[in-house]
């Protein structure tokens, strides 16, 4: 069955300082992979994608990775501001078949002042 | 401006009704999806659709229904039977893939709408 880990399930942070949020999946065959911010009470909104030939992406202070030998992939937040406090969803999508995405059950991100 | 809406944003319903919800989209997205979501918890699916006039069920879809008579509509109905309706409900939008590695199989969001039971 497809799956999609990720951790921590919550985390609380200071504003300014980095932090990393981990997913690990088993959805096979693999297409493509997504990280998502969802703030609360709002809907999800795509932060970076990566196709299987991809290391590593951008968006601002947001870095993902992806090792698909090992299906693990990470988010880096950098610099972190109060309004990175949100939901971050890791979301897999198979290729060949079903369009059904898999989500993860998301990191809560808590910034501090 | 392109995008996916959902209404209302707060819905309040007594116990034993049957509530819709809408979901719209003018981004001319063949796939659409409701998802709900409880406090603390994941996405879970209810219901999906590739095609019009055609729709599949998805994890939870006991007391839920849906009808795609158009493309750009995509309404969920929360009927009495869904013994416990309150949640967020998320409606999503995408295109199917169309090859390996597509890139262009983003789920674009609805803002929510919050149920509440009373």
């Known amino acids: 069955k497809n799956q999609v880990e990720q951790s921590p399930q919550s985390l609380i942070i200071l504003e300014g300082k980095n932090c990393t949020l981990q997913?690990?999946?088993?959805?096979?065959?693999?297409?493509?992979l997504r990280w998502y911010k969802q703030d609360t009470g709002r809907g999800p909104v795509s932060l970076t994608i990566?196709?299987?030939?991809?290391n590593t992406k951008s968006n601002g202070r947001y870095t993902a990775t992806l090792d698909a030998d090992t299906k693990q992939s990470s988010l880096h937040i950098t610099a972190s501001q109060l309004s990175d406090s949100a939901s971050y969803i890791c979301?897999?999508?198979?290729?060949?078949?079903?369009?059904?995405?898999?989500f993860g059950r998301g990191t809560s991100l808590i910034v501090h002042p | 401006d392109g995008g996916i809406t959902q209404s209302p944003k707060y819905l309040f319903r007594k116990e034993g009704q049957n509530v819709t919800l809408s979901c719209e989209q003018n981004?001319?997205?063949?796939?659409m999806y409701w998802y709900r979501q409880d406090p603390g918890q994941g996405l879970r699916l209810i219901y999906y659709?590739?095609?019009?006039?055609?729709?599949q069920k998805g994890d939870i879809a006991e007391g839920y229904s849906v009808s795609r008579e158009k493309k750009e509509s995509f309404p969920l109905t929360v009927t009495s039977a869904q013994k416990n309706p309150t949640a967020f409900y998320l409606c999503?939008?995408?295109?199917?893939?169309?090859?390996?590695?597509?890139?262009?199989?983003?789920?674009?969001f609805g803002q929510g709408t919050r149920l509440t039971v009373v």
């Open positions: 999503a939008s995408s295109i199917v893939e169309t090859g390996v590695g597509d890139v262009n199989t983003e789920a674009f």
């Open positions: 997913c690990n999946y088993t959805v096979s065959p693999f297409s493509n």
């Open positions: 990566m196709t299987f030939s991809e």
């Open positions: 979301v897999v999508s198979v290729s060949g078949g079903s369009y059904i995405p898999t």
């Open positions: 981004l001319n997205h063949d796939a």
């Open positions: 659709s590739q095609i019009v006039n055609d729709f």
